[in-house]
Every structure is written in C-alpha cells, then in structure tokens.
C-alpha cells in the first residue's frame, strides 16, 4: 500500500504522511457480575474479557450510573453497553437500542443473534419491518433496536400498546451519538426527554449508556443530550494496529474558472484513480465521499478506469504494482468495486455489507452510512474524498480500516476548498489535537415547540414536566397556546387537534413534506428529496443520479411537490447558486475585536436560488451559469457578525483596496473555516458581506446557521472568533494561487458568481480586524 504514496507526477501529491504507532492492550477481565452463560457465549466467539475502559463503563451502568463511552474506532464500545444491557435482560428487564441507521441496527441484531443468548428475544423495529411482525415485537421482544425517528413517529405516540416493555425498561443504549448534533441532534434531546416521561409514567427508570467516537468534553454532551449527570469514559486501553495517514492535494490543472482562477482536479477524480489502484493491488478499500452523486461517480469511474486497464487502453497506472496472485484476469475486477448510499433497498445495503465482509467486494464508494459503527473488519484502506466535517468524523472513518488489528492506510484527498486546502498544509491542525465538542440546542424554541405538542399528545403535560423540557418551555408553551395548538387547562397543557402532533417535528431539518423524484417517460417513482433542498438538488436543469443511472431535472413543480426527471448522460455536475440578504434582528452579546466589534444575535434571511452553475465532470472546469425563476425562503436563525468603523478602514480604501470584493472574500474563506471551530459542514451555514449594513451602519461580514431558529455553529464561532478568523485569514495567505480560487475565497454557491472578490484586499481587512500588520 505504500507505493501509492509514490505517485506519477500527472497526479496529487502528498503533502504530509503521519504514522500513528499501534497500541498495546491493557488486561481484559469480566467483572463478577456478568452471568456464566454471557461469558461463555462470549467465549465462543473468542472474546475472554473486557478492556480496562469497557469494564468501567459496563461497571457505571451496573450501578445506575448513565455513562458516555467516548474512545476511538474498534475500541469494543459495543461490548461495553452489551454486558450491562444483556445481564438486565436476563434479570427480567428490556433494553432499548437506538442508532442514527438502519445499517448499525441491522449489524448489532447480527452480533446479538449471534451469540445465541436463551431468553434473549432481541429485534429491530424501523421502517424495514414488515408491519406482520410489529405486533409480535411489541409483546414480546426484550431488547428493541430502533432509532430516534421510530421512536418519534411510532413507539412514544403509541406508548400504551408497549406497556409491558416500558414498565421493565433498565437501560437505553443511544450508540454513535457522535452524529446527534446541530438541529437533528437538538431534536432527539426533546425525543429522549419525552421518552424518560413515558417511562415514569410506567414506574421505570432506566440507566442511559451513550458509545461515542472521541469528543471533547464528552460528559457535558451526554448531559445535554439526556438531561441527565452523566459520567465518562475516555481511556481507550484497546490493542490497534499502526495507521499511515497521508494528506493528499490534488493538482491545479491549466483550466480557468471564474475570474481566471485556476481549476483544481476534483476530488471524487482522484479518489476513483486512487480506488481503481488500490482494489488492482488486492488492498480491501472503503471511499469515504460526500453525497450520494459522489459514491455513484467514484464507483463509476473507478470502474471504468479498471475496465480500461484490462482492455489493455490504458497503462497501469504505478510502477511495481500488480494484481493478487489469487485474481485470474483484471477482467474480473471491475464488477468487484461497488457504491453504498442511503436510498437503496434493505436488501441491497444488506447484500453489500456481506459482499463487503467476505472480501467478494474490494473496493465500496460510500457516504458516511458506512462511516458508524457497522463490523466491516478486514479492510485496509480508508479513502476519504474531502474534509468530513469533523475531526471526530475523520478518526472514525479512518478506523474503518485495520479493524481486525492489521496496520492500516489512510488518505484524506482535499476538495477545491478553504478548509481541505488549510488542513493539507497544516498538519498541525488534524494531527495531535483533541477532538471538537459536539454542538446542540435542545432549547431552540423551534426544536422545543413541536416536543411539547408531541409530549402533550402521548400524556399530557402538566407543571411537574417543564423541568424535563428546560426553562424556555413554559414561554414556549404559552406561545403554543397562543396558537392554537395547545389548550391550557388547570390540570395542565392538551393536545386538541386531529391530526399527529409528531408531523410539526421535522427531526432531520428536511423542513416539510418531500419532493417526489418521477421519471417522465415512465411515471417511475425514482425517490424524493428533502423540501428543503429542492430548490438546490432537483431544480429545473439539475443532474440527479440514482443507483448509477443519470438523469436530468426537466421540471420542479414545488406546488404538486414533484420533480420530473429524464434519463440523460451529461458530462457535467451542476452547483446551484443563490443570492441572500439579512437583517439583524437582535444582538444577544457583543464584545470589542481589534478596532472593530464582535456580535452574536438573532437574524432574518431571505435566500433565493437564482441560477446554476455546470462544471465538467472529470476536471470542474465551467460551462456557464443557467437562470432559474424559484421563490425566495425566509428563515429566522442566530448568527456571528463582525464590523469595522469606517476609520479602521478608510486607509485600505486610500490604497486603492475594493472594500465590498475584500469583506465578500473574507466571507466566503469564514464560511469555509468554520467547520474546523464548529461542528458544521459548510453547507449547514451560510453568509453575508457588505460595505455598508443599512443596520449596523458599517463594513459587515454575517455568517449565519442555515437552520430555523439556529443550530449553535453560529455561536459556536463566536467563541472562538480570534482562533477562527485567524485561521481563515491563513488559509487566505497560504494558497498559492495569486488572485484567489475555490480553494480560498471562491465558493461555488455564491449567487454573485464569485464577484467581487479581492484576495489582497480580505489579507488587509482581517490584519486590521484582529490588529495584525497587514
């Protein structure tokens, strides 16, 4: 796997390769409450104890303590929450599972079956389970895998037909929890809190055990998460084999983009090229990519790529590398790389789990559905296509490979970005540092007010319930009720309408009903899109890929909630771009920054989709901009905010500086840096620059949550604005580009069509901004 570090100079190049050493493991023991019969199942799948780290928190929850697990990838987190869940089934009580994907649930009921425990009668109840069985689980299952929107929509409406589960509930396990945050994670902290108040009501009182990958301050998340004290575990004592992690930047090319700037290869290329090469050296590899169109293309091109190489039209593409002795013909390998993706069947994510497992697949294309906690033990290389978001993110998909002790590669593969081109030369950033703190607002009032309704359908609510829900609940009630969508009576607080009180809680931000996908020609219903993102994803001209197939978006009726598709073969990608305008609303806390000053504060957005930009397939080179006529969106959000007075800049102005391309430069690079600061991809957050704000009466750059009512990124970066905007303005200076690129102040959802931009000029504005020598 080395070779590929050494690569030809038609391609990227390595900018940094950090050896993370093995670890050796610590004593394993069980603890002497843990029955015989689980030790000795346990023992038949060669498992004779549990790690130093495991054994404290199986011993936490023993105790009634709620614990978090927060250790790295193939740490055994599992075996941690199984012994203390598995011995209170045993004991007569039930446990309950919950996981962001129906892939970890599939994979723990695996595990658990199994083992072949008597008396365990353990099953999963999600959107897969055939409606035949549910009642049977209702009855009868003791250990219940789901996740937070069965919980939502199913389990706590109809909490009286699970009576006899609730009343011996003894522990939840909430697995991954890493990925609870921003509004979806505000969102289950609610589904949580009406789950403790089902289960008082049925005189149960149940231990929490959250597993998480590594994150700062992993209590206090827990706590925030459940509303519960919760203690932690963080000293991983698990044996790991050693990682080569190399930064790889992939090449400017001689294409021009907007203004001139250069056109950098795309990482999806560069992950197919790297795929393709390593599944030719027999290395088992996972790509990690960063939407579902992404995984197709990567699994495409990779294979095609193959296919060439055994046409014999294309040279192989690293001296000294060949195929496994055990593979007869490079013919075969094309069919062995594949692409795994939400939207396919159960059966299909099923079926590649297994191929993957086996070995039948070396190389699967995947979004970060794979990156959780499924057993794909065995593989030896993580690709990873683009920053991930998180630092938590990029150690847990690159512990996908090496997970059966093996010594293991893993290469992360910049994108044209601020934040991948920063991080591929400043090592520094990534590798020896803690891990970002998980961001959530389980008090946005736009999270809170759909739970009361929920929690006021299923009991209602009384004085005694609105320390569970936080201190903001009782003025969100009275606002509720003000609305009609409560009714407040001396007992307490009911839900009166006929319909569902769950369907005002959108949990995962989609925003409203779905757009259906249809083919034209076939009235096919292909698969929806969140309303959400309609206007970005299936507007009228965009490219939709599913299940390898390519279409192009001929109509979005947003009034019929229908998109209508026609099979197509472009050779092109579209990027929608919008045009945005914000007035602050309310600025909560401010404080001075250089001569400048600091707010966060609450705003109002209108954003409106304009146009569309195509880029080449292969190389991201421009082929025009294309109008769209959708209605603008209006959200009320928080955000950060900065000014300058016109004395901190009237000298850049006498210089000849253009102040308005300067603040809409340093925007789009804050945009692209704060998801290093802030648990948020670049996409959950947006931004705004001018000259002159009508309502600060200064130069102001916004950088505002993309989320109704806010999401905590914006806050976030207003905690660490000197850590922040002192990276960005790096970022800026460190490209080496000479009027700027997507890789420092472009941004390819910039509805201005990336003008104005001066780079010198953002350089000078953030020197004086934090009161550097510009």
Excluded at 59 to 67: D, F, M, Q, S, T
Excluded at 73 to 87: E, H, M, R
Excluded at 314 to 325: D, E, K, W
Excluded at 664 to 686: N, V
Aim: hydrophobic fraction near 40%; charge should be negative.
């Amino acid at each position: 796997m080395s070779r590929l570090l050494g690569v030809p100079a038609r391609r990227g190049r390595v900018t940094h390769v950090e050896h993370v050493p093995a670890r050796q493991a610590g004593q394993a023991r069980w603890p002497d409450w843990v029955s015989e019969t689980l030790v000795t199942r346990w023992a038949n799948q060669g498992i004779f104890g549990l790690w130093p780290h495991q054994a404290e928190a199986a011993e936490l929850a023993h105790r009634g303590r709620n614990v978090i697990i927060a250790t790295g990838t193939a740490s055994g987190k599992s075996l941690a929450y199984q012994v203390p869940a598995l011995s209170s089934v045993l004991d007569g009580g039930t446990a309950l599972y919950l996981t962001p994907t129906k892939a970890l649930a599939a994979d723990q009921l695996r595990a658990l079956e199994a083992l072949d425990v008597p008396g365990l009668r353990a099953a999963a109840y999600d959107g897969d389970t055939p409606y035949e069985e549910r009642a049977w689980i209702r009855r009868h299952a003791n250990y219940v895998l789901t996740n937070p929107d069965m919980l939502h929509r199913g389990l706590l409406p109809g909490h009286a037909r699970w009576s006899g589960f609730w009343r011996r509930l003894r522990t939840v396990v909430v697995d991954e929890c890493h990925g609870y945050r921003g509004v979806f994670g505000s969102h289950v902290a609610q589904i949580l809190r009406r789950l403790r108040r089902v289960c008082t009501r049925y005189g149960s009182s149940p231990v929490f055990v959250l597993a998480s990958a590594t994150a700062s301050d992993p209590g206090a998340f827990a706590t925030r998460l459940t509303g519960l004290q919760t203690a932690e575990v963080t000293t991983d004592a698990s044996p790991r084999g050693s990682i080569t992690f190399a930064l790889w930047e992939p090449p400017l090319t001689d294409l021009r983009g907007e203004g001139g700037a250069p056109v950098r290869r795309p990482a999806a290329a560069e992950t197919a090229d790297l795929l393709a090469d390593l599944v030719l050296d027999g290395t088992r590899t996972l790509a990690f990519v960063r939407s579902r169109r992404a995984a197709e293309s990567v699994a495409l091109s990779a294979r095609a790529r193959l296919s060439d190489l055994a046409s014999g039209m294309i040279s192989r593409p690293s001296p000294g590398m060949a195929a496994p002795a055990s593979l007869t013909s490079l013919a075969d390998l094309p069919g062995r790389i594949a692409a795994y993706r939400a939207g396919y069947l159960a059966e299909e994510r099923r079926g590649l789990e297994r191929a993957l497992r086996s070995g039948d697949l070396l190389g699967l294309a995947t979004t970060n559905a794979l990156e959780l906690g499924v057993d794909v033990s065995g593989l030896d290389a993580v690709l990873i296509a683009g920053w991930p978001g998180t630092r938590a993110s990029l150690w847990q998909q690159a512990g996908r490979a090496g997970r059966a002790g093996q010594d293991a590669l893993a290469v992360l593969i910049a994108r044209d970005d601020p934040l991948d081109t920063y991080l591929v030369h400043h090592p520094e950033a990534l590798f020896g540092r803690p891990v970002e703190a998980i961001v959530l607002d389980p008090g946005n009032p736009y999270v809170l007010g759909p739970h009361l309704c929920a929690a006021a359908a299923e009991i209602p609510l009384t004085e005694d319930d609105l320390e569970i829900f936080g201190p903001t609940s009782k003025e969100v009630l009275a606002s509720l009720v003000g609305d009609g969508l409560l009714r407040r009576r001396s007992s307490g607080w009911f839900w009166t309408r006929r319909e569902r009180a769950t369907d005002l809680a959108d949990i995962r931000g989609s925003g409203g009903a779905p757009v259906q996908v249809v083919e034209l020609s076939t009235g096919c219903l292909l698969g929806t899109v969140d309303e959400s993102s309609a206007h970005t994803t299936v507007h009228t001209g965009a490219v939709y890929v599913h299940q390898g197939e390519t279409f192009l978006v001929t109509e979005l009726d947003l009034e019929a909630g229908v998109a209508l598709v026609e099979a197509g073969t472009p050779d092109y990608t579209t990027f929608a771009r919008d045009v945005t305008e914000i007035s602050v609303l309310e600025s909560f806390r401010s404080h001075p920054l250089g001569p400048g000053e600091l707010h966060f504060g609450s705003v109002e957005v209108t954003r409106q989709v304009v146009s569309y930009l195509k880029r080449r397939l292969q190389s991201g080179e421009p082929l025009g901009d294309e109008a769209l006529d959708l209605p603008p969106r209006t959200l009320r959000t928080r955000a950060v905010w900065w000014t300058l007075p016109a004395s901190a800049i009237s000298p850049l102005a006498e210089a000849g500086l253009d102040l308005g391309g300067a603040a809409h430069a340093a925007e789009h690079a804050s945009i692209g840096m704060l998801p290093l600061f802030a648990t948020c991809d670049r996409w959950d957050i947006g931004g705004v620059s001018t000259e002159l704000h009508a309502d600060t009466g200064m130069l102001t750059v916004f950088v505002y949550d993309g989320h109704e009512g806010g999401a905590g990124f914006a806050e976030r970066g207003f905690s660490r604005a000197l850590e922040w905007l002192t990276a960005t303005r790096e970022a800026i200076a460190s490209c080496e580009c000479e009027r700027g690129c997507p890789s420092c102040i472009q941004s390819p959802k910039c509805g201005n069509g990336n003008e104005p931009l001066d780079k010198a000029g953002a350089l000078r504005l953030l020197a004086v901004l934090l009161s550097m020598n510009g």
